[in-house]
């Protein structure tokens, strides 16, 4: 399903909703997304878009886990992780030829105290349409709002030619978004179908959004999950892409907050 929102309006909420660790996109950047084999890979954690769009500066005791998985499994990265260097804050050593997904999540212990204004222009930008419903019927729409939050970002990465598609598999994540058709298949369709899960079941209604990185200040394309959670893009073969999603959950009554918030990224390219 296409979602066509009014112009400008998510990157409005973004400007509006939030402070800069929540207000933007979160995803991984390998220098390169499609490598010889044996290559030494640097990438950083950038978060926001446009003018805003920089380095992330979480801390890496916020990094949960910092993995690669490929056709043999997964391996864990964490040593290579350094937040906050110069160039770069973590480096990837692929040597075997393959396509590799790269794999990152926070924590929760993130939170935003928001106005209800912000917070209702928050939930309409991210397409949060249970959370929207529950503040509602609990007559809670002229209420600050809150919630504590965490990310997932997954990069696709493709050593050298052939081999597994990683990336077609679905990780067990909180939220992931999960291509239906290798992304880095030579001479593929633009069209590129995904499907969206949350902790390995499909997640329907769910808003997700696709970004050219090379110019980033809006998305380019938005649509909703449909009953099985899939939907499907118009992804260039050329070029570096993002795809993102978000959902919440209501929290108990006596919680510290009100929602419990996932960012979901996925980004991907030919360079």
Request: glycine share 8%; net charge negative; with cysteine.
């Amino acid at each position: 399903m296409r979602v066509r929102l009014p112009s400008g309006l998510a990157a409005l909420a973004f400007c509006l909703a939030a402070p800069p660790a929540l207000a933007h996109d979160f995803w991984l950047q390998p220098r390169a997304f499609q490598v010889a084999a044996g290559a030494t890979i640097p990438l950083t954690l950038q978060v926001g878009h446009g003018g805003a769009r920089q380095r992330s500066p979480i801390r890496k005791d916020r990094i949960v886990r910092f993995e690669v998985a490929g056709s043999e499994g997964r391996q864990d990265l964490s040593g290579d992780l350094h937040p906050g260097e110069l160039d770069e804050d973590g480096r990837l050593h692929l040597s075997a030829p393959g396509q590799y997904v790269v794999l990152l999540t926070t924590d929760d212990h993130a939170e935003s105290h928001l106005p209800a204004d912000r917070f209702n222009l928050h939930l309409e930008a991210e397409g949060l349409t249970p959370a929207l419903e529950a503040r509602r019927r609990q007559g809670r729409e002229a209420t600050d709002g809150s919630e504590r939050y965490s990310r997932v970002a997954k990069a696709i990465v493709q050593v050298g030619t052939g081999g597994t598609a990683a990336s077609l598999a679905p990780l067990d994540l909180p939220l992931e978004i999960v291509p239906e058709a290798d992304p880095c298949a030579p001479g593929r369709s633009p069209e590129l179908p995904i499907r969206v899960y949350q902790h390995g079941r499909p997640l329907a209604g769910a808003l997700v959004k696709l970004t050219d990185l090379a110019h980033d200040a809006e998305p380019v394309e938005i649509h909703r999950t449909d009953a099985a959670g899939r939907t499907r893009f118009q992804v260039p073969p050329h070029g570096a892409w993002l795809l993102t999603v978000v959902w919440t959950r209501p929290l108990p009554a006596d919680a510290e907050v009100d929602f419990e918030t996932v960012f979901s990224s996925l980004s991907l390219g030919d360079r």
